[in-house]
């Protein structure tokens, strides 16, 4: 299983970016898809998740302005990032926690997308 990320870059406060995640190989099930987040010198944090339900969770920082939505059956989660403020600067990790089709589940991370925002 390979979880892929795509759409980090820099922007300036206030800005917006939208970051997307694909999960991909021996898929049984995706039970829930996330993202996690880790600046220099912290420790990894969630950011948002999204279930197999599409149920939704938030840190109390990003609320209201990230939106974290998916398609499961697509094996895919997207972030979007609105109003973008200095201290969301980090890299950004996609977790997946998936059942393969051998029958094991395990969590799985995607290799990471900085995420720089400038004041």
């Known amino acids: 299983v390979r979880l892929v990320e795509s759409g980090g870059g820099s922007v300036q406060a206030g800005g917006s970016l939208r970051l997307s995640c694909t999960a991909s190989g021996s898929i049984s099930v995706i039970y829930l898809m996330g993202w996690y987040r880790q600046a220099p010198g912290n420790e990894r944090e969630l950011v948002a998740a999204?279930?197999?339900?599409?149920?939704?969770n938030y840190a109390d920082s990003v609320k209201g302005r990230f939106t974290i939505s998916g398609d499961i059956a697509k094996n895919a989660v997207y972030l979007q990032m609105n109003s973008l403020k200095p201290e969301d600067t980090a890299v950004y990790y996609c977790?997946?926690?998936?059942?393969?089709?051998?029958?094991?589940?395990?969590?799985?991370w995607g290799q990471g997308t900085q995420v720089t925002v400038s004041s």
């Open positions: 977790n997946a926690d998936i059942r393969r089709t051998s029958g094991f589940r395990r969590s799985y």
């Open positions: 999204f279930s197999r339900e599409a149920s939704t």
